[in-house]
């Protein structure tokens, strides 16, 4: 099986601050996956990871695991048990098909930037991994 790059999917990324309620800022992700190719792409692990940054927090260079880019310290990953939040009906797309996936959360009204990041994995390529892309998107709150 081809690689994601050979597969002819491309991933993008939007994110939308649609309003506040309740002492929070409600927030849309929205990722929208495209198959180019001419065959059915099966897909798994389809993740969304939303960080942020309080009027408090420092600025600084992250570790290397970040590429020392900066250091989000805080994600809505804490308000749950598992710690993980996927997009859900995520399992394959058809050739030519463009499908949107759109996930509802809410970050503290005070917080001023967003640091939004979506992956999403491919079953094995011929060589014998899975292959995987990322995005990420920088997010001033207003």
Do not use: W
Request: with cysteine.
């Amino acid at each position: 099986m081809p690689s994601f790059a050979e597969s002819g999917a491309e991933l993008q990324l939007d994110v939308f601050v649609v309003g506040s309620q309740d002492g929070q800022r409600l927030i849309e992700v929205v990722a929208t996956l495209a198959n180019r190719s001419s065959v059915r792409r099966p897909y798994r692990n389809f993740r969304v990871i939303v960080r942020y940054l309080l009027p408090t927090d420092r600025i600084e260079d992250g570790d290397a695991a970040l590429q020392h880019q900066l250091e989000f310290p805080h994600s809505i990953d804490s308000r749950i048990a598992d710690g993980e939040r996927t997009f859900a009906n995520a399992e394959s797309i058809d050739p030519g098909v463009t499908s949107r996936h759109s996930y509802i959360t809410f970050v503290p009204a005070e917080a001023t930037f967003l640091m939004v990041q979506c992956s999403v994995e491919f079953p094995l390529t011929s060589q014998g991994k899975a292959a995987k892309r990322s995005i990420q998107r920088l997010v001033r709150i207003v």
